[in-house]
C-alpha cells in the first residue's frame, strides 16, 4: 500500500469525512489491567517495512504513520476528518483573513512554543526550506504537488509564513506542509547542507533517525525488527501520556495474528481484510481482552496498467480484463466484506465527487472473450490467445509480504485464464515496490506491467498527481503513464475554483474518462482494520491518510 495524499479547500469548502468505526468486542478495563500490559509502553506493528522514515522520500503507509509521531504538519486531520492545528496557531481561512479572496495569498501563523528535538525553534524558515526540498530535482521527492505553485515565502516574521502562490490552488490545506503532500516540516539548521544539486538528502542519515518536532523522538532503528520512539518532552502540547512507543515491522501477518494473541503486541495497525475473520474471532474471545474496529476510509485497492507496455497499453486488452475481474467475488471472498465495491477513485460512501454516471464493467467473461476476440487475439492449443505471434501474456507484481494482494493474483490469475489471458506472478518487497528511486523502484520507475496495491488517500477529491500528463513517475505519482487531455484539463480546472458545483463536474469528467480508457481497475474502498490491547485508551482513528492524528492523547 502506497500513501497518496489527497487534498481540500477545507477553509472555504466543508469537507465532511464520515468515519465509521465498527467496534466488534472491548473488554477490560482502566480499572483492571492486563498482567500483560507494560505500563505506558505502546507496541504496535504494521506488515511493511519502510525504507526511510521521512515521508517526503518515503511513499509506503507505514512511513506515513510513523511520521504522525515523529514530526509536525500544518494541519492534521482528526477522527471526524476534520483539520485542526497542528504547528499552526489556528486553520487559515478566508473569515479569518488568512487566505486572501483570491486563493493566491496564504497566512500561515505558527505556534511560538513549537521546538525541534535538539531545542531549536521551529519558524517560518523551515517552511520554506521544506518547500525548497521539495523543489529542489535532485531530492527523490513523491510529488510536487502544490508546492510548485508557490511563488515565494516570506519570512519577515519568524512566526508568519506569507505564502504567494502563482495561481490558486484549492487543495492546499491538505497538500502544503500537510499529510497529503507527503510532507511535514523539516528543519533547516539540520539538513540545509545535504540539499544540494548532488541528492545528498536522499542518502543523509537523517532519514533513519529523523530530528523532528512531533511528540515522540526516534531513538532506536534496529532494521528489519522495530523502531523505539521516546516521549519527547518539550513538545508544545506538553509530554505525552506514553512513555514509549515501539513500532514492530512484521511481513508475514500470521506472525502479526500470533504476537497479538501472545500480547508480544498491543496492536495491529493496518490489518489487511482477508485476515478479519481471524481478527474478530480474537476479539470476540473474552479471554484476549482485545478490541477489533473497522474504520471506512479512503483507501482503494486497485490494479494499475503500465501503459508503456507493449500488451496492456491496448485498451481493448484492458477493457476485457475489467470485464473478467469478478470485483464483488474479491470483496466477498478475499476483502470478507471489509470495504464498499468501487469503479471510481471516489469513495461512495465519504466522497462529495463521487458519481455513478459513467461506463460500467461488470463481471462478464462473455463479453471479456468477445472484446478479445474482435480485437485480433485468437486463443491458441494452450487457451492462451495470440496474436501476430504474441501470446497475451504479462507479469502482475504486488509487494512480497502481502497476503491479501498474493490472495487477489491467485483469483485474478484464474478469472484472467479463463478468458485466455496468461499472468505470470512477479513480487518484490515492499520497500523495493515503493521506492522512489527510478533505477530500483518497481512502480515509480516503471518496473512493471501490471500492479496490485492500494492509495492512502485524503478527503479532497484532487487526483491530479496519480492520473495526470504533468506528474508522470518518477518525478510525480502517476505511474500509469496514462495521458488524458480532457482528465489533464478538468484537473486543472478543479484545482483553480472553490466553487463546490465546478469542481463536482470536473471530477465527473475524470471518472468517466477513466472508465472509458480503463488505465487502472479499481476494486474497492476499504473499511481499514486495527485491533488493539482494551487497556489502551484515547485510540480515535482518523479516517483521512492516517489514523494516528493525535498520539500523545494515547495512554496505556
Known sequence: MRAFYRSAFASAIAVAALCACAKVSTSGGASSANTWTQPGVLRFAENQDPKTLVP?????????????????????????????????????TVANGDVSKDGRTLRYKLRHNI?????????????RFTWQVIMNPHNNVNTTDGFKDIKSIDCSDPYVAVIHMKKLYAPFLEQLWG????????PEHILAKVNDAK???????????????????????ERGSKIR??????????????????????PDENTLITQLQTHEIDMVARGTAISW?????????????????????????????????????????????????????????????SGVLAET???PVLSWAYTNDIQHHPYDPAKAKAILSADGWKVGPDGVRVKNGQRLEFNLSTQTESTYGKAIQTLLQREWRDVGVQVDVKNAPTSEFFDNSPSTGILQGGHYDAAIFAWVAAADPDDS????????????????????????????????????????????????????????????????????NSDLKGFTPSPVISAFWDPWEYSI
Open 56 to 92: 517526503e522520500l518515503g511513499s509506503s503507509s507505514v512511513t506515513g504513520d510513523l511520521s504522525m509521531f515523529i514530526f509536525s504538519y500544518a494541519v492534521r486531520y482528526n477522527d471526524k476528518g476534520q483539520p485542526v492545528p497542528d504547528a499552526l496557531s489556528e486553520v487559515p
Open 229 to 250: 520512539l521516546e516521549a519527547n518532552p518539550d513538545f508544545y502540547l506538553g509530554k505525552p501520556k506514553l512513555n514509549e512507543v515501539v513500532f514492530r515491522m512484521m
Open 345 to 347: 477513485d471516489q469513495s
Open 277 to 337: 475473520p481471524r481478527y474478530k474471532a480474537l476479539a470476540a474471545d473474552p479471554k484476549n481482552n482485545l478490541t477489533a474496529i473497522r474504520v471506512n476510509s479512503y483507501i482503494y485497492s486497485h490494479i494499475d496498467f503500465n501503459l508503456r507496455h507493449p500488451i496492456v497499453s491496448d485498451r481493448q486488452v484492458r477493457l476485457a480484463l475489467a470485464y473478467a475481474t469478478n470485483r464483488p467475488e474479491i470483496l466477498d471472498k478475499i476483502g470478507h466484506n
Open 179 to 186: 499529510v497529503n503532500g507527503n510532507a511535514p516540516i523539516l
Open 465 to 532: 498527481p496519480l492520473y495526470t500528463t504533468k506528474n508522470f513517475a518518477p518525478g510525480g505519482q502517476n505511474n500509469l503513464f496514462w495521458s488524458n487531455p480532457k482528465v489533464d484539463a478538468a484537473a486543472a480546472d478543479a484545482l483553480q475554483t472553490i466553487d463546490t458545483n465546478r469542481r463536482k463536474a470536473d471530477y465527473k469528467i475524470i471518472q468517466q474518462q477513466m472508465a472509458i480508457d480503463v488505465p487502472t481497475i479499481i476494486l474497492y474502498f476499504w473499511k481499514d482494520i486495527y485491533v488493539y
Open 199 to 221: 541528492g545528498s538528502f536522499n542518502t543523509s542519515s537523517f532519514n533513519s533517525m529523523p530530528i523532528g518536532s512531533g511528540p515522540f523522538k526516534v531513538v532506536e532503528w
Open 115 to 127: 521546538k525541534w528535538q535538539d531545542g531549536v525553534p521551529l519558524t517560518c524558515k523551515d517552511l
